[in-house]
């Protein structure tokens, strides 16, 4: 089946929920960018989307409609397991132990072409409430490098499957969460600014201002102010040779409405790391002349970064994407231009004898629904080496 499957699209009663939700709410909050549904429920399909919440009692379930493509993670008072979903609409146990208060917070593993995940309804024997929101917020609009594509692989040789993807593993989820900040993961495998690694969907130009991957919806950027956008867009693009001036005033275009949609965000433009050779050095030159433009025009909030990951055990992932290793070194690499540019300090947790976040990472829901529709995976595979 492919992504032209998708889904009901509702724009005006999805913006008035989600601004009713945003402001208050009894059950749920939503990680990253969802759509509502009809008569209750919502869909997520952005890798890292997600729900998180505190509960008191013993037990919580949830009946989620899926296609069967996608695994989520599911994370308990801090411990962390993974779930496999089943076709069609199936309740879970999402935890049965000890009564208690306890916070439950769920994430899409996989990326937005395994189709969309639709939480029909979310129960407890006890009260639900959503977490608090944090104050600090962070867009990234990126491709199969952004949503962690592989980063569980064993090396470069492996080939993809949905148990190697791992959205919170990924550089965004990472530094979002070494800073406690709240994250929208706006990216797609394969996907280009202007031309994408194969097919002829909507490029990420178009696909990155909606609710959700090739849906009519358009994301209302008043829902969502972030303080720290990144964009890390070129590999689909260059991957097939120069796409040459299209590209640049695209990547220029992008630039500008990002700007005039968020006025006071801190804007990065990432470069890296997959492509090589004459690529890399085509792609680089347009990434930084196109924030090279921009800051002559006047706005300095727009700055160039060029994630570089050092040679170890796990840089790769499957099919020459980047691994765990690689993810954290682009982590840091983007945690140390915030807090240059914006001086975010890290949380004091210890987790592995680094400083991370107590909290965690947005819009509030609650509901129940009904729902059908789907996507096939079409991953991102692009032969070559890291710089």
């Known amino acids: 089946m492919s ?9 005006a009663i999805a913006l008035a929920l989600i601004s009713a939700g945003a402001a208050h709410a009894q059950g749920v909050r939503i990680l990253g960018r969802s759509e509502p549904e009809r008569g209750g429920g919502f869909i997520l399909q952005w890798p890292g989307s997600g729900f998180e919440a505190k509960f008191t009692g013993k037990r919580l379930t949830a009946t989620i409609d899926d296609y069967g493509d996608n695994w989520l993670n599911v994370e308990i008072d801090g411990v962390a397991s993974k779930l496999d979903l089943q076709e069609g609409p199936t309740n879970y146990t999402l935890f049965n132990g000890t ?15 395994s189709g969309p995940t639709r939480v029909l ?18 867009l990234v609009i990126g491709d199969s490098i952004t949503s962690g594509y592989g980063v569980e692989g064993a090396d470069q040789f492996c080939t993809y499957t949905h148990a190697t993807q791992n959205a919170d593993l990924a550089y965004p989820a990472l530094a979002a969460k070494d800073f406690g900040a709240d994250l929208h993961s706006i990216s797609i495998d394969g996907y280009g600014l202007i031309r994408n690694y194969a097919g002829d969907d909507a490029t990420m130009d178009k696909a990155s201002w909606k609710m959700l991957p090739g849906g009519t919806s358009l994301w209302p950027g008043s829902v969502y102010q972030p303080q720290v956008i990144v964009i890390n867009l070129g590999t689909s693009d260059f991957s097939a040779g120069d796409p040459g001036d299209r590209f640049d005033a695209a990547y220029i275009g992008m630039l ?58 796990r840089r790769f992932g499957c099919d020459w994407h980047p691994g765990l290793d690689a993810h954290r070194a682009m982590a840091t690499r983007l945690e140390a231009a915030v807090q240059k540019e914006l001086g975010w300090a890290m949380e004091a947790t210890e987790l592995d004898g680094r400083p991370v976040p107590e909290g965690n990472p947005v819009v509030v829901w609650t509901g129940q629904a009904t729902a059908q529709s789907n996507g096939d995976p079409s991953p991102f595979s692009l032969s070559g080496s890291l710089q």
């Not at 009564?99 to 072409?113: K, Q, S, V």
């Open 99 to 113: 009564a208690g208060e306890h916070t439950i917070r769920i994430t899409r593993r996989t990326g937005a072409p």
């Open 121 to 138: 309804d979310i129960r407890s024997d006890g009260p639900i409430a959503p977490t608090a929101m944090p104050e600090r917020r962070m």
């Open 256 to 313: 500008r409405k990002l700007r005039a949609a968020y006025a006071e965000a801190k804007i990065f433009a990432v470069f890296g790391p997959m492509l090589s050779g004459d690529a890399y050095v085509a792609a680089r030159a347009s990434v930084f002349g196109a924030t090279e433009t921009i800051r002559k025009d006047g706005d300095l909030r727009v700055s160039f970064i060029e994630f570089s990951p050092p040679q170890s055990a």
């Open 3 to 11: 992504m032209q499957h998708l889904i009901r699209f509702i724009p």
